[in-house]
């Protein structure tokens, strides 16, 4: 009896061990089936707007849009901080070094001082900025031949123009807006040399009732085609062109940055000038994730597939006047055309 009681023990206790052996596999178990136990990490990257916003339907829009897709394929965890005034840069591009991000980007070449001050600071932290160029060996500095996009789009315009008046709207007079004000004034006149050319700098890029303000006094004066580069503010411009083609009034305006016939309509969206903001956020992003980021500078063009005009031009832009646009992008990609920046 005793012997079978010390066997029933050793069972006993050998089945308490398999048990407990289960019970902790069934803790590490996810619902894939991975164990918890090996959780992939998963890096941090953090975004900083200038102060167009996040929704300013422009290249904001267009980078935190890429991010979305990085964390939707599992790459990353992102975050944004809106910047109401070029006082919150500082404050927000430090508020992601604390917190740990593997790389925090600046939206704009507004950021560019701000960036600058933060990465000198934190040699051990990373950082990437669109449209701006900061000399530091931990920043990625990403910009775009603007100018060669913009010339195609004035070739569009040129083209299409009934009253030869043709119209830039841009928001601060910085360098990357006036390199998109000459290339389209340039592609203006290369297609169309009765053509003329008024150009409008607001000083803002948030502010769409300066906009819409500029768009009118253009419209008024005779304009039919207004190109914009000038973020949110480029809204205003939208929303004039719209109301007067409600009305009976045939006007069109270029887009920027993004195809933003998706968000304003084809009645009124005669093409965009897109630049791959996206493209490059995702590229730079995944560089920190898989350890291969360099920092430097790197110019996006034509031959990059970077800059051009978007595919929906097809709707409202004629075969014939799409022809000439891809006849003078093998000549700007080829160098027989060299596209000027101011």
């Not at 900025?129 to 990403?142: L, M, R």
């Not at 007079?173 to 340039?186: C, D, L, S, W």
């Amino acid at each position: 009896m005793k012997k079978l009681f010390n066997l029933s023990l050793v069972m006993v206790l050998a089945l308490s061990v398999v048990l407990a052996g289960c019970g902790k596999n069934e803790e590490k178990a996810t619902e894939g089936g991975a164990p918890t136990g090996e959780t992939k990490t998963v890096a941090k990257v953090g975004m900083v707007t200038d102060v167009g916003g996040v929704n300013d339907k422009s290249f904001n829009e267009s980078a935190w849009e890429a991010l979305q897709a990085l964390k939707a394929a599992g790459g990353a965890d992102v975050q944004y901080l809106q910047s109401k005034s070029p006082d919150n840069y500082i404050p927000n591009l430090n508020k992601f070094v604390k917190d740990g991000y593997a790389l925090t980007w600046g939206i704009g070449f507004d950021l560019g001082d701000a960036v600058k001050v933060v990465a000198d600071k934190n040699p051990d932290a990373k950082f990437a900025i669109v449209d701006g160029v900061v000399d530091a060996p931990n920043v990625q500095s990403v910009t775009f031949a603007e100018q060669e996009g913009s010339f195609l789009v004035g070739v569009v315009a040129a083209s299409m123009t009934k009253t030869n008046k043709i119209g830039f709207v841009g928001g601060s007079k910085i360098p990357v807006i006036t390199r998109f004000a000459a290339g389209f004034e340039a592609g203006v006149k290369a297609a169309n040399p009765d053509a003329k050319v008024t150009i409008n700098y607001t000083g803002a890029f948030d502010k769409p009732d300066q906009g819409k303000a500029a768009a009118a006094t253009m419209y008024n004066d005779g304009v039919d085609i207004i190109f914009h580069a000038a973020g949110a503010t480029g809204t205003g411009v939208f929303n004039e062109a719209t109301a007067r083609v409600k009305a009976g009034q045939k006007v069109w305006v270029i887009g920027v940055d993004k195809d933003q016939s998706i968000e304003f309509g084809d009645e009124v969206t005669l093409t965009s000038m897109v630049k791959r903001v996206d493209e490059a956020v995702k590229k730079v992003s995944q560089e920190v994730i898989d350890g291969t980021f360099k920092g430097g500078l790197v110019t996006l063009s034509l031959k990059d597939n970077a800059v051009g005009i978007a595919d929906t031009s097809t709707k409202n832009v004629p075969a014939d006047v799409l022809a000439k646009v891809e006849d003078y992008k093998a000549k700007i990609i080829s160098g027989e055309i060299t596209v000027p920046q101011e």
